[in-house]
């Protein structure tokens, strides 16, 4: 109760402060400008041709300490810290004496010359400062930090303002966007945006969240994938395709998911999946080393070797590899059901034989897949929008790329045979029928590009939250969402 009481207080005290300012003409909030010259950074790496220049800093003061006529605080700006010495005879006897009120969290600007003190440290002489916004709560407790995980999600300006570490990720999350769109230019890719409100959410197995558009009067969803859109532009003759964008699944919350999350789908006419498996091997090499700055990147106790060559493994050897079993003598459901209760792999009523290989999959081999590794050619009952091997009707051209047991990209020859993808269609109708909540429904406008005609085509889907996880090796997903999805605090 003490502890509440002296919070009260301190913030009592922090509004009155404001308060008096106000009176006296001083309203920080009335400022609308500073001319930030450096950041703190800058100066410590050019401090040799930056000593004795004038400079004008910003940033939240993160710690003070007055003694006398000279005080020292500490500005923490974009790029990190730096010092400064406040002097009176320097900035003013009023203005030294307001800044003695100043409390730790306010924002201020400082303008000074760059000195470097008795003890050896790079700091900013101050001619003159400036209150430049006025903190009304109070920051966590320096030496503790901000440590509580749902606090830091829910309040990520504080967690970002605590833990330099945290916002060291999110700057290199946009590195590592940046690079992959530099990468994909350099290829002679297209950027492009297509809708998120759908009337038919298809392209992947998952459940769709649903609205309501008034002014049509229709229910619409969120999309679910980027793809039956982009295949449309590969019909319409844009030969090489790309979107990064936030797509909406109806699902759990664990360290991997969340309800809303970052994809890219790309989609190149004229090459397959072996094409999607290349580009997908130098992308990765290069944005690991543009933004690592080596092909090697540690995650966790594992380091992930980027320059050496993806393993690739089909399906059904790998599960002949890690669960034992030889899915090219399963001929019937009947036996892969027995395969799978010997197992020990729940399935459903509903499953065909090729989603059963998959549960096997799943639960037998994801978790070995440490090093990136292609896992090539699915069964055709879980892959309804790719093109079927030609020489194995049952499988599929598609590709699935793990790191770290994770499924990181999934890929395909895609299907460009209008009658074949009507009847595909068809078969995700009766999963639906049969409980499938992730089934894909039949989307006239999508046949109607294929029977304009769509070139072979290559495309694939990379999930960008859990890249930017294994270069920054981050445990959850959470952790590299700047605003992830939170159980209200009402509830």
Known sequence: ???????????????????????AGKDPFVITKFEQTHHSLDIRENFDTLEGQAVSVAGRMMFKRVMGKASFCNIQ?????????????????????????????????????????????????????VLLSKSLQVLPEKYHGLTDTDTRYRQRYTDLIMNSDVKETFVKRSKIISSIRRFLDDKGFM???TPMLVSNAGGAAARPFETHFNALDEDLKLRISLELYLKRLI????????????????EGLDTRHNPEFTLMELYQAYTDYHGMMDLTEEMYRYVAKTVNGSEQVVYGEHTIDFAKPFARITMVDAAKQYAGVDWNEVETLEQAR????????????????????????????????????FVMDHPIEISPLTKKKPENPEYVERFEMFINGWEMANAYS??????????????????????????????????????????PTGGIGYGIDRLVMIMTDSPAIRDVLLFPTMKSLDK
């Open 191 to 193: 950027e492009v945006e």
């Open 77 to 129: 700006d974009l790029k990190g810290s730096i010092q400064a010495y406040v002097a009176r005879d320097a900035i003013g006897e009023e203005s030294y004496k307001d800044f003695k009120k100043y409390d730790v969290g306010d924002i201020i600007g400082i303008k000074g010359e760059v000195f470097k003190t008795k003890t050896g440290e790079i700091s900013v002489h101050a001619s003159e400062v």
């Open 235 to 250: 019909v319409g003759g844009l030969e090489k395709v790309y979107e990064i964008g936030r797509v909406f699944r109806n």
């Open 414 to 455: 895609e299907l460009n045979d209008p009658i074949d993808q009507r009847e595909r269609f068809k078969a995700q109708e009766a999963q639906l029928a049969k409980g499938d909540e992730e089934a894909n429904t039949t989307d006239e406008d999508f046949l109607n590009a294929l029977e304009i005609g769509m070139p």
């Open 1 to 23: 109760m003490e502890s509440v009481q002296n919070l009260n207080e301190i913030l009592r005290l922090r509004r009155e402060k404001l308060t008096n300012l106000q009176e």
């Open 338 to 373: 027995e395969i799978a209760d010997k197992l020990h792999v729940e399935y459903e009523e509903r499953h065909q034989k090729g989603e059963i290989l998959s549960l096997i999959f799943e639960e037998y081999v994801e978790e070995h897949l440490i090093q990136p590794t």
